[in-house]
Every structure is written in C-alpha cells, then in structure tokens.
C-alpha cells in the first residue's frame, strides 16, 4: 500500500514506493496535514513531486503538496514533504463583495454555505447532514472562503467532516464504536491532565453597548436556573431578573470557605437580543463548569493485526482505564490524532479531551484573519472603528488561544511563541519590551516614562468613540458621525453622519469648489443671495438684481424663461408676460396694449389715452382677413416734411358710398389722377373743333367737377353750354 501522487489537475502521475514516515494528523475541526520524507536522488522526488501536486492517501482524501524542504545529513540528501487537506484550498477564494453579510436576521446554514460554493465557481459543495437552528449573521464574509466557512462552524456549533471537495456539517462528527484505551492492553504511554485554572461557576454575560437581561421576567430561564439564581438574595425581584448572571448546578461542589463562585464573563458585542445572550451564557457556562480533561494516548494499533478491532477517528468517544493515573472510567472525545497508516511499527497517537483546546494556528483563516485586520485597521489614515472592533475581538481571542514557553535568565521572564521563537515578550525590573527578531530589538516597550510603540490601538471615550472637552463644549466621534457643540449628538449645532449629512450653524471658507451639486425639493434660506460684488442679487423677497440694482448687468443665454418681466416695480415700465404686453406711464396707467390672452383668431394692439379710455386699436381678424385701424381720428402724416404717403395697391373710401359719408381734406390737382388730365384735353380739343361761337350745344360728361363750363353739375349727364368767342 502507497500513496499516490497526481499533478495539479489530479490526473495521477504514479505511486510514491520511496516515501517513508508517513504521517498524518488531523484536529477537530482544524488541521487536516500529511507529511513524509522522500530522497531526493529517488525518482518519486524528481518526477512525481511538485508543487501545487496532490497526493491521495488510503482513506481516498486528496492533499495538496505545499512544502519541500530539503535536508543534507552526510551524504544522504533528502526531502520532507508537507501537505494539507484539498479543503483548505478554499483560502484560494475569496467571497465576492456583493456576497458580504453587515447583519441579517434568521439565516439558514444553506444560505451561507451555498453562498461559499458559488465563490469557488461550485468547486466545492456542502452536505448539511444534521438540523441546525436559524441563526442572526453579522460582518459575515470580509475575507476568503475557508475564513467564511469557519465563521459558520462557529456561529452553528457544527463540525467539519470533509471528504475531498464535499464537505459535511454536522453537530458532532465521529461514533462510538466502543473503543477503549486501557492499560496492559493497548495503552502504551499516558500523559493525562486536568486543569481547573479556567473553572466557572457563575457567568455574568454582556451585549451589545453593555446592555443584559437585567429587568427581564425570570419566566426566560429554565426551572433549574430560576431554582439556583433564587438562592441568592435579590436576584429576582417582582417576578423580574435583578442580576446578569448564571449559576451553575456544580458551584456547591466547588465551593469553598474563600470563593462562593468562581466567576467568569462573556461579552457578545454581535448579540442584541436578551434570549440570544441567555443561550450563549448557558453554552459558554456548560464549557466551564467542570475541569477541562486532557489525555494523551500512544496506544497500539490492534486493528492493523485484528480487524475485529475499532479504529480510532477523529471525534469518536472513548473510554480511558488507567487507575494509577487517576483515569477511570473517563469518557471523551478524540480531539487530535496522529496516524502512521502505512507502517505496522508506528502507533496512533491520539488526544482525548473534554474541551476542544485551540492553537494560535489551528485554522489557516484566522491566522490569514487576523494579518488582514491589522493591515485594514487603517484605510487612508482614517481609523475604521468597526475593524477596530473586530480587531480587538481577534486580539482577545489570539491571545487565549496562544501557546507560550516561559523561560528565565538574568534580563527577567521571557515568553516565547512556541510556534515561532523570534516573537518574544520580556518582563523585567524597568519595564515590559515586546520583540519579533528574538530580543535582538523592540517593536514595543513601556517602561517608568512612557510607551514607545510603531502604533497604538486603543480607544478614547466610549467602546469605539472619542471624546474630547467636557459638558457640552466637547467635539466627538462615534459610531453616529461626527459632532461639535454638544454632549448629546443629536442636539450637536455641528454635526456630520455616517451617510455625510451636514448641519451646521455657519459655514465660512475661503475658498470653495463644488463639482457636482444637485437641490433637489430643497430650500434655500437667507438674507440675500450675492455674486460679483453685488452686481447680481437675489434679496429675500424674491427680487433679482442686476448691475448693483441698476439693471446694467448682462444676461446671457439662448432662452430665458419665466412667468413676468419688467423694467420697474412701478410707474413708468414696459411688462411681459404670457398675456401679452404692456406700457405703463409715470401714473401707473396702462397706455398701450398687445394682447396674447385669446386663441380665437383675434389679435390686436390696444392704445389707451390717459384717462384710461381707450383711444384706438390696429386689429386683423383671421375670419374676415382684414387689417383695421381703429380710433375717433386716425391721422396718417409725414409731419408735414414734404414726403409723400404712399398707399401700395388699389384702395377703397369704404364708408363714404356705404353710409353716404364725404372724404373730407383731401387736395388733389387733375395731375395726381393719372390720365384725368389728358382726357379734359381731349375733350376741350373736340368742342373748339366743331362748335360755332354763340351756339348752344348737349354735352354729355362724365362724372367730373371741374370748375368751367360754369353751369356744369357736380355729377355726371347731359347740359347745355355756351362757347363765347
């Protein structure tokens, strides 16, 4: 039996019969890693290894190759390969922006986890293999997809059973098949360990901005609770809760002449509901109410000589015997296992424990987590506070999950980061010094006269705000925005909001560009509105000035538009408006009019005298096509210049033959009618031609007034004349 090796596409290369101290380890919901050694002048070293390659073991599950160090002993060259499980493949993936969480209320465990299968293209896939409860999500999916995947872990209670690219939630992974660890019978070496450094048997609990339970009715808790929390004076009062604590049923058992309780304290900024924080007080006092229980087992593989033997997985329950140790009896989970499964001499060593005790680097997406908290913690100079938030959480839970060796010499205590040497902290008589090159510099150091650091996270005020002054002359910044001039933001004179609404008192500045500006159903209030020194003014009764008030200033555009313009608010003006136009004189009198308030057909323009009546009109009617001239007198002169009217076109004296009216003033000589004089002529040239003197004759004429013969009519017809000599 070998392991076999496959390319970065898994399309399988060979079998790796060189491949020695096989070894695979797998922890509860963490590490899933594969390591051997090779040599480096075999051919499994030279052609099947690469990196990015995979290698599948026997239980099917593929790892990739991601280390290759090489070692010299001698003359012997060899190369101890490192693998991971393809799951964590899923740091490669980060969530789409569009996918991230800020807070939803109620979500199924599907939800998200299709959410992270769409990240990597359906890559992977999830198998739900268990009812979980809906859950309220918060700042879920900042980073990757394995990041992703270990908030759901955690805000579910599941675990992780992966097989390959399925992967399987379920509450609890692993069986009980019965398998003991019991001395003189497979149990080759025990390390057991008790600690009840972190016992608790009372929980007070938080959320968020420090609110609790405190005022609820005691009908939350369960009878058990109720019954233990009324033992104690005033926890309940009128039926309501009085305290923000739990007890737990093993504090008589654990109590003592000094400490009644032992107290512990969770704090859920993520939870803002009452019964939410009752739940996870009840979850996080269950996980400390006892002593956490640690055993480390070698125990001896009977199943590769037995078959009938159980094989220890990971998550299973055991039963440990081992009376001399104190063990009997113990029941608990396999937590972590080492496996040698293709050597016969090599024996599982596993850790059975009560309480999942986690790493610092248990999960590769809290480490990538909390580098990129840090490198986000400051975006363009600007302190994020809800990074800081998660900062601080992370920070929190780095620490309690970290693993420290103390050491003692001459300079003081010294811790130092088991997992890598370099980062060290030193307690001394002057001061604290906190390095990452083994002491050899300080990133951080505080001491009698200070704090020296490269940068200081922290906060002023309240959690995430900063305050300074005090009463109300005080500016802060908090998670509404920032504000001036008040202890209350809301009643701050100044104040800017997280959405960048501003109010302020005043404004005054130097200079100011607006690129883009958009008054929208909006109201601009003041006194006036002043450009150029006051050569254009909008005053606050809605009058607009031009040319310092004197109407000398330009305007200058295709279309102006509006309902009235004038040239004065009074006396004498010229106004326009949509019915038309009109003249006013220094008496505020209307004297002359055109009119635009009718569609009938008419139009006019109407001339008033200064008495108000009115003195004329030129009109058309678009019926009767004609064009009047109207008024008691119309005087139609040259200013007596000499020059003439000229009427274009034949014209009628409409009213002197219709209502038997003269045409009055006119002075016409025979050689302003053309061909009147020359037909006089002719007539005078035929009478002298053929009439003898003294002779009467009948003449017959035509409708002339012509002053000779003197007996002539004014109208036309027959008369007799007398040509003297």
Not at 305 to 323: A, F, M, N, W
Not at 544 to 571: E, P, Q, V
Request: hydrophobic share 35%.
């Amino acid at each position: 039996m070998y392991l076999e090796s496959y390319d970065k596409n898994r399309r399988r290369v060979g079998v790796l019969i060189d491949a020695t101290d096989i070894q695979r380890k797998r922890r509860l919901n963490s590490d899933y890693e594969l390591s051997f050694l090779v040599p480096m002048t075999s051919a499994d070293f030279r052609e099947k290894i690469q990196l990015k390659g995979h290698v599948k073991d026997e239980r099917g599950q593929y790892y990739v190759i991601n280390t290759r160090q090489r070692v010299r002993d001698g003359r012997k060259l060899t190369a101890s390969v490192s693998c991971s499980h393809v799951m964590f493949k899923l740091t490669d993936y980060k969530i789409p922006y569009a996918s991230y969480i800020s807070e939803a209320y109620g979500v199924h465990i599907s939800t998200l986890l299709n959410v992270i299968s769409a990240a990597t293209g359906g890559k992977f896939t999830f198998s739900v293999d268990d009812t979980f409860a809906l859950h309220d999500v918060k700042d879920w999916g900042r980073g990757n997809s394995l990041q992703a995947l270990n908030d759901v872990v955690k805000m579910y209670e599941c675990e992780v059973d992966p097989d390959n690219f399925v992967i399987h939630l379920r509450k609890k992974i692993g069986a009980d098949s019965g398998l003991q660890y019991r001395l003189g019978k497979n149990v080759v070496s025990t390390n057991f360990k008790d600690d009840a450094g972190g016992l608790v048997t009372r929980m007070f609990a938080q959320m968020k901005d420090g609110r609790t339970w405190i005022g609820q009715p005691a009908t939350i808790l369960t009878d058990e609770e109720r019954g233990l929390l009324a033992q104690v004076p005033g926890s309940i009062v009128d039926g309501k809760l009085a305290v923000n604590y739990l007890i737990s049923p093993y504090q008589a058992a654990w109590a003592n002449d000094t400490n009644p309780y032992f107290d512990g304290e969770i704090i859920e900024q993520d939870i803002e509901d009452a019964v939410k924080l009752l739940e996870a007080t009840r979850t996080a006092l269950r996980k400390y109410e006892v002593p956490t229980l640690e055993v480390s087992v070698s125990a001896a593989d009977l199943f590769k000589l037995d078959k009938t033997e159980p094989r220890p997985s990971l998550g299973d329950i055991v039963t440990l015997i081992d009376p001399e140790l104190g063990v009997v009896n113990v029941s608990a989970r396999i937590t972590e296992i080492t496996e040698y499964p293709y050597t016969l001499d090599k024996h599982s060593q596993v850790t059975v424990s009560n309480a999942m005790v986690r790493d610092f680097t248990d999960i590769i997406a809290d480490l990538e987590k909390s580098k990129n908290i840090v490198d986000n913690l400051f975006s363009g100079g600007k302190i994020r506070t809800d990074v800081f938030e998660a900062f601080a959480k992370q920070a929190i839970i780095d620490v309690n999950a970290s693993k420290t060796e103390i050491k003692y010499d001459t300079r003081g205590i010294i811790l130092v980061d088991k997992s890598d040497n370099r980062n060290q902290v030193a307690l001394t008589s002057n001061g604290i010094v906190v390095s990452t090159d083994g002491l050899q510099s300080a990133r951080a150091a505080i001491n009698a006269r200070g704090v020296v650091a490269e940068t200081v996270f922290g906060q002023l005020g309240n959690f995430v705000s900063m305050l300074i002054g005090a009463g109300n002359d005080v500016t802060q910044i908090n998670t509404n925005g920032i504000a001036a001039g008040h202890a209350n933001w809301a009643s701050a004179p100044f104040r800017v909001d997280m959405k960048g609404n501003l109010i302020a008192n005043s404004l005054t500045a130097n200079y100011a560009q607006i690129k883009s500006s958009n008054f929208t159903d909006g109201t601009i209030v003041g006194s006036s509105i002043n450009v150029g020194n006051g050569m254009f003014t909008v005053d606050r009764d809605g009058n607009m000035y031009a040319g310092n008030g004197n109407f000398r200033g330009n305007i200058t555009g295709s279309t102006i538009t509006g309902s009235l313009f004038r040239t004065g608010a009074s006396g004498r003006r010229i106004e326009l408006d949509d019915n038309g136009f009109r003249s006013f004189d220094s008496n505020n009198r209307n004297r002359i009019r055109i009119n635009n308030g009718s569609d009938s057909g008419v139009s006019a323009i109407s001339f008033y005298g200064s008495d108000g009546v009115v003195a004329g009109e030129i009109n058309t009617y678009q019926a009767s096509g004609q064009f009047t001239i109207y008024g008691d007198r119309v005087f139609i002169g040259s200013n007596n210049t000499g020059n003439p009217i000229i009427m274009n076109g034949a014209t009628t004296f409409y009213g002197a033959a219709q209502f038997n009216q003269t045409v009055s003033g006119l002075r016409l000589d025979t050689d302003d009618i053309a061909g009147l004089n020359s037909q006089l002529n002719a007539i005078w040239s035929t009478i002298n031609s053929k009439a003898d003197k003294n002779h009467t004759h009948t003449v017959t004429t035509a409708n002339h007034n012509h002053g000779n013969p003197q007996n002539a009519t004014s109208g036309g017809g027959t008369y007799t004349t007398s040509i003297a000599s």
